[in-house]
């Protein structure tokens, strides 16, 4: 029999993600933003990770390649994006004639930070056999070094599609490459990368939640530890999540990815409901019975900074005309390689 960590006796409504801004603050930050928006003409992208207030004044909520593609089919002279540093970039890589505000300029992410690209140049001369699959949560001086970028959506029709004759070097998230691999069979180097705040997420905190809620089906993201994602009825992306939980019969779901996602899935599947997984320290402290697991750096951007970045068009996302050019190759090849069909897989 396998032990669980021992945990208090939990109600669905411990499990909740923080409230958002009271109205009173947050009605006249929307108004502003909503003014500001028409007079720039401009567009709001805000990831599924991002906090409640800042997803309901935006346009288009959901993954940072679907918010990037999104954008570019407006006619928007302006890209408002609420996310991380690497999103930002993406959107100004397939948008390079649009001016692209991020709210926070120290929005980073964990991932791009672990691999600097002049470490992967340095790794890629050591086998000039390697073909550089680059998860899309990286810097656009890495997707400049890479192949094909890949989603955690698609990175397993990527891996299958990639030539037989070459040696798969895939970075930056060793848990995703891990997870593919078990998928495809395909064996890859992979660059020792993670999501600080998937990797919080443990196997007690899982089997815990289970026990107390053994109606719920369990979904989790790919960057997880591998003994998360055994413990899951579904390994999905933020937007598979969401269609899984849509379509399931199932009216309560256990969410292992960062807590932002718990308000559109809970406006997306009225009548069903989310439990949100904690951190794994948070399991042991009894004054604090959520402290769900959040993104420090997604959470930087607030409703206050996505008005002040377009009352002052700041700051900005500029790259150097050849690193757009660079990057913007691989997520091209991505997209072909997406659309097309592949035959004999394996």
Known sequence: MTEVAEMPALELDDLQIRKPLPRET??????????????????????????????????????????????????????????????????????????????????????????????LAELQRTNPNFWTIAYINCSAAVKALCDVICTSGNAEKIVRAAPKNKDILFVPDENLGQWVMEQTGRPMTLWKGNCYAHVEYKRDTILSLKAHFPDAKVVVHPESLREVRNLADAVASTEKMITYCKTSPAKRFIVVTESGIIHRMQKECPGKEFVCTPAFNAMRLPTDHCRCSECKYMKMNTLQKVRDCMKNLAPRIELPPEILQRARLPIERMLQISAAKIENAG
Not at 45 to 60: G, K, P, R, T
């Open 26 to 119: 947050a009605e006249p930050l929307a108004r502003e933003i909503y003014a500001l928006k028409k007079q720039l003409n401009a567009v709001i992208l805000a990831h599924n990770y991002q906090i409640a207030e800042i997803q309901d004044v935006a346009d288009f909520v959901g993954d940072s390649l679907g918010l990037s593609q999104e954008a570019s089919r407006t006619n928007a002279d302006v890209i408002v994006f609420a996310g991380v540093h690497f999103m930002a970039e993406t959107a100004k890589i397939l948008n390079p004639n649009k001016i692209v505000v991020l709210p926070d300029k120290d929005a980073g992410c964990s991932l791009e930070e672990s691999c600097p690209a002049p470490k």
